[in-house]
């Protein structure tokens, strides 16, 4: 398996980290490329073990990280650049994500992809992002949300709006790292500016492509509910509940099993099946 791992420039000049995997054969591959969710990166728990499971079944798989999530290119599944990750806001991580769609569609035939067949899968606010990209993005022919958000706006529901905009600053913990982790009131600020760019729901009721919505029963940081309002939004997507499943389909960070648990067994076989049926 070819395992390849690059910089591109992100929004600020901030480096996207970006890997691939394929299985050389001389043959274009359909490309997958994948956005994580919110306090979220590209090497999270078992991500790695479900990009070789799809360049295993004949995928070009790109996953990468937003150019503010809070990592570095040295480091990649530490939240070291707490400053960067203060700064993050939603038009960035579009922005980032158009990147990364250039810069493979461009050089597609370096890594033996296939740039007629792009396809995207965003989990959490990363499918919430993959939603809104497909919107305004011919080049993406399937989209598959993993866990995603249905509303930008629940993001601010538990709030001070008043208070962040005084202190300019609020803070959200990471129970795994044990971190506060900085949230500017710039974040709030780009939403209400491009309020009309950022509708979820105005994006997936515009999409015209297949389109699978996957969740987890048991999702207690995105609720199922969610899932069902993209599927009402947009009738014409398909929708699979996966029982018991939690946000992360059975995955933790870090991961040290080489196998993956149950329910993302389930997610990535479903996932395959829907990208590769014609």
Avoid at 172 to 185: A, D, E, H, V, W
């Amino acid at each position: 398996m070819q395992k390849l791992e690059f910089i591109i420039k992100g929004v600020n000049e901030k480096p996207i980290s970006i890997d691939i995997r394929y299985i050389e054969n001389k043959q274009r591959k359909p490309i997958i490329i994948f956005s994580h969710g919110f306090k979220g990166f590209k090497n999270w728990g078992h991500f790695d073990i479900i990009a070789d499971y799809f360049a295993q079944n004949g995928f070009l798989f790109v996953k990468y990280n937003f150019s503010h999530n809070g990592t570095t290119a040295q480091l990649l599944c530490d939240f070291v650049d707490l400053e960067a990750f203060g700064q993050n806001n939603f038009s960035k991580e579009i922005n980032d994500l158009s990147g990364v769609i250039d810069y493979i569609y461009a050089n597609a035939n370096d890594f033996e992809g296939n740039n007629n067949e792009i396809y995207l899968i965003g989990h959490s606010r990363g499918g919430g992002i993959s939603i809104l990209k497909t919107a305004n993005e011919l080049r993406i022919k399937k989209l598959c949300t993993w866990a995603s958000i249905q509303d930008i706006s629940y993001f601010f529901q538990n709030m001070d709006i008043e208070k962040w905009k005084i202190e300019n600053v609020a803070y959200t913990f990471n129970s795994r790292t044990q971190q506060n982790m900085p949230l500017y009131f710039q974040l709030y600020e780009d939403y209400l500016k491009n309020k009309n760019e950022l509708d979820i729901t105005k994006a997936a009721t515009s999409l015209s492509i297949p389109w699978l919505i996957i969740h987890g029963t048991n999702d207690n940081s995105v609720s199922p509910v969610m899932a069902n309002a993209l599927h009402q939004i947009n009738p014409k997507s398909e929708i699979l509940l996966i029982e018991d499943a939690d946000h992360t389909f059975g995955g933790k960070h870090p991961w040290h099993s080489e196998n993956l648990p149950i329910a993302s067994k389930i997610l990535v076989e479903k996932t395959l099946l829907f990208f590769t049926e014609k």
